[in-house]
């Protein structure tokens, strides 16, 4: 055999094996190959046309087919599986419209529209009197005040004299007495006898609860008798004065100290400041059946904690009402000028404890309400300016600020002049940093 022969025949085998790989391919992969071309580019190939050439002699060989070879599996006309489609068509829907907005601040609690004006208590019907030929029964409904807390039968007297029976299913607090008894006071008109007596509620102080919750009242008590009668022999129709007619001697007075917004106008309601802010403070006192008072705070004292003796403690209110803060430590602390007579106001530079835990202080003051004159004893002086100045306008009481004016007391206390003293107390108040 020729060497021609020999081509041939490798041609020949090279032709069918290349038919051979092409039907070992899948079929979507032939159909990639029709769609690219690439069948075309075999079926011409230099290799395929030799052999042809060659096959044309020899009629014992089959004709070549084409390559471009149908799928193995004609019934498969799709994927064995379908993807998976990414997205339904039947969910695909349009952009959504959203708003949105800047979120809302909180808002701020509103002041009241008028100013917060303490409710006046009412005077309670707790006090009754029978008056008999020789003797005098009063009765006293232990809700004394009429606030529902009850009174103790030893902090009431008529008089000397103390309760003689206690009625604990009604209540009530029973004293009967002759006419001659008690303290009694004989006053002699034209046509009567009255006898006077004094109805005295005095609270104590419980044992080691150094607090009080009520104020000590006074009752004038009165028993009327005509002098053309004769009240030994003829029965006298009993008389029942109410509380309100007879408390002519009780002083029911209500001091206050409490935290005012920066236009005075409301009591404020956040009790937190930063360090140099000006807390503005307002003492006062309402009064009720009396003359016209004028409020003063004789003295202040700033501590940590609620006791206006713990330590550290910083009095920064003397001598009977010298504000000396701004000439202690030159801050702008000082009274303001007097509007009403019951009520006094200062402004107080915020400061903190430097060697107290915490940020807290309460203010502990003792309030003084009088109709005394101003004077020494009974002033508001402020330092500005190197000199002193009363925010009552007369400064030649606030001379003694500079050197002494008298000590100061922390008590409770009736004077010689018809003072009134009580302890006012204030706080906490939260104190932070400034930065």
């Given amino acids: 055999m020729g060497f021609r022969a020999w081509l041939s025949v490798v041609l020949v085998l090279f032709g069918i094996g290349l038919q051979i790989q092409a039907k070992r391919l899948p079929w979507f992969y032939r159909e990639e190959q029709d769609r690219s071309g690439l069948s075309d580019w075999s079926a011409h190939s230099p290799l395929q046309e030799d052999h042809a050439e060659e096959s044309v002699g020899d009629s014992s060989l089959p004709e070549p087919q084409s390559t471009v070879q149908e799928p193995v599996r004609k019934e ?49 019907n707790s006090v009754a009197v029978r008056c008999g030929e020789a003797v005098v029964k009063v009765e006293v409904n232990q809700d004394f005040f009429g606030t529902g807390k009850l009174i103790h039968p030893s902090d009431i007297s008529l008089g000397d004299c103390a309760v003689t029976e206690v009625d604990p299913s009604d209540q009530v607090l029973v004293f009967e007495y002759g006419l001659h008894r008690c ?107 009396h003359v016209p008072l004028r409020v003063f705070a004789h003295s202040c004292v700033a501590t940590a904690v609620p006791d206006w003796n713990a330590s550290p403690r910083y009095s920064f209110i003397e001598d009977h009402g010298c504000l000396v803060d701004a000439k202690l430590t030159g801050s ?52 500005s300016d190197d000199q002193w100045i009363s925010a009552d306008g007369n400064d030649e009481v606030c001379r003694c600020c500079e050197s002494s004016c008298g000590p100061t007391r922390m008590t409770r206390d009736v004077s010689a002049d018809e003072q009134w003293v009580s302890e006012a107390v204030l706080g906490p108040m939260l104190i932070k940093d400034a930065y």
């Avoid at 008798?225 to 030994?232: A, I």
């Avoid at 003084?368 to 002033?379: E, L, R």
Wanted: glycine share 4%.
């Fill in 332 to 383: 702008g602390s000082h009274f303001l000028p007097r509007v009403q007579d019951d009520r006094l106001r200062f402004e107080l530079e915020a400061f903190r404890f430097a060697q107290a835990e915490g940020t807290s202080i309460y203010i502990t003051c003792q309030l003084v309400a009088t109709a005394a004159p101003i004077d020494s004893d009974h002033k508001a002086c402020s330092f």
């Fill in 183 to 289: 303290g009694s006071k004989l006053q002699v008109t034209e046509d009567k006898l009255v006898y006077s007596f004094t109805l005295i509620y005095a609270p104590k102080v419980l044992a080691g609860i150094p607090i009080l919750r009520t104020k000590g009242a006074t009752v004038d008590i009165q028993c009327h008798y005509r002098r053309n009668h004769n009240v030994s022999s003829a029965a006298v129709m009993p008389t029942w004065v109410p509380f309100a007619a007879t408390k002519a001697a009780e002083e029911v007075l209500v001091f206050s100290l409490r935290l005012m917004t920066d236009d005075w106008e409301f009591e404020r309601t956040s009790n937190t400041y930063y360090l140099g802010n000006l807390l503005h403070i307002e003492a006062s006192v309402i009064q009720y059946n």
């Fill in 76 to 124: 498969l006309k799709e994927p064995a599986q379908e993807p998976v489609p990414l997205q339904s068509k039947q969910t695909l829907q349009g952009p959504v419209k959203q708003t949105w907005r800047f979120p809302k601040m909180p808002e701020k609690p509103k002041e009241p529209e008028g100013s917060i004006v303490l409710r006046e208590p009412v005077p309670a």
